[in-house]
Protein backbone atom coordinates (compact mmCIF):
# COMPACT_ATOMS: atom_id res chain seq x y z
CA UNK A 1 0.00 0.00 0.00
CA UNK A 2 2.71 2.08 0.94
CA UNK A 3 4.22 1.76 -2.55
CA UNK A 4 1.40 2.86 -4.55
CA UNK A 5 1.00 5.95 -2.41
CA UNK A 6 4.32 6.32 -3.15
CA UNK A 7 3.53 5.98 -7.23
CA UNK A 8 0.34 7.86 -6.79
CA UNK A 9 2.03 11.15 -5.30
CA UNK A 10 5.22 10.64 -8.19
CA UNK A 11 2.43 10.86 -10.41
CA UNK A 12 0.88 13.68 -9.31
CA UNK A 13 3.91 15.76 -9.17
CA UNK A 14 4.64 14.64 -12.79
CA UNK A 15 1.13 15.78 -13.86
CA UNK A 16 1.73 19.20 -12.68
CA UNK A 17 5.35 19.61 -13.94
CA UNK A 18 3.97 18.81 -17.19
CA UNK A 19 1.75 21.82 -17.23
CA UNK A 20 4.45 23.99 -16.58
CA UNK A 21 6.14 25.94 -19.34
CA UNK A 22 9.64 27.09 -18.74
CA UNK A 23 10.62 30.26 -20.51
CA UNK A 24 14.16 31.49 -21.13
CA UNK A 25 15.91 34.07 -22.55
CA UNK A 26 19.07 36.76 -22.71
CA UNK A 27 18.78 40.49 -22.08
CA UNK A 28 21.76 42.55 -23.88
CA UNK A 29 22.58 46.08 -24.54
CA UNK A 30 21.62 46.58 -28.16
CA UNK A 31 24.71 49.09 -28.88
CA UNK A 32 27.10 46.44 -27.36
CA UNK A 33 25.96 43.00 -27.02
CA UNK A 34 26.90 42.89 -23.77
CA UNK A 35 24.63 40.74 -21.14
CA UNK A 36 22.98 42.62 -18.58
CA UNK A 37 22.88 41.84 -14.98
CA UNK A 38 19.95 42.56 -12.45
CA UNK A 39 17.26 43.16 -15.21
CA UNK A 40 13.79 42.95 -13.73
CA UNK A 41 11.94 40.43 -15.59
CA UNK A 42 8.46 39.33 -15.15
CA UNK A 43 4.87 38.36 -16.24
CA UNK A 44 2.53 41.55 -16.32
CA UNK A 45 -0.45 41.27 -13.72
CA UNK A 46 1.13 38.44 -11.64
CA UNK A 47 3.49 38.21 -9.04
CA UNK A 48 6.01 35.77 -11.72
CA UNK A 49 8.90 37.60 -11.82
CA UNK A 50 12.61 36.88 -11.57
CA UNK A 51 16.18 38.88 -12.58
CA UNK A 52 18.68 38.16 -14.92
CA UNK A 53 22.63 36.62 -13.58
CA UNK A 54 25.35 37.82 -14.89
CA UNK A 55 25.23 36.12 -18.57
CA UNK A 56 22.37 38.25 -19.13
CA UNK A 57 19.79 34.64 -18.68
CA UNK A 58 16.93 34.50 -16.95
CA UNK A 59 14.05 31.47 -16.72
CA UNK A 60 10.27 31.30 -15.86
CA UNK A 61 8.09 28.09 -15.22
CA UNK A 62 4.51 29.63 -16.59
CA UNK A 63 1.60 28.06 -16.33
CA UNK A 64 0.14 27.09 -20.06
CA UNK A 65 -1.31 30.40 -21.70
CA UNK A 66 -0.88 33.83 -22.95
CA UNK A 67 1.57 36.58 -21.13
CA UNK A 68 2.77 40.13 -21.52
CA UNK A 69 6.30 39.37 -20.39
CA UNK A 70 7.51 43.22 -19.05
CA UNK A 71 11.43 43.40 -18.82
CA UNK A 72 12.36 46.75 -17.04
CA UNK A 73 16.18 48.09 -16.16
CA UNK A 74 16.86 51.00 -14.36
CA UNK A 75 18.30 53.86 -17.04
CA UNK A 76 17.65 51.88 -20.06
Wanted: aromatic share 12%; glycine share 6%; charged share 15%.
Amino acid sequence: MKTIFSLFIFLLISLASLSQNLVKGRVIDEKTNEPLEFVSVYVNTTTIGTVTNAKGEFRLNLPAGKYEIIVSFTGY
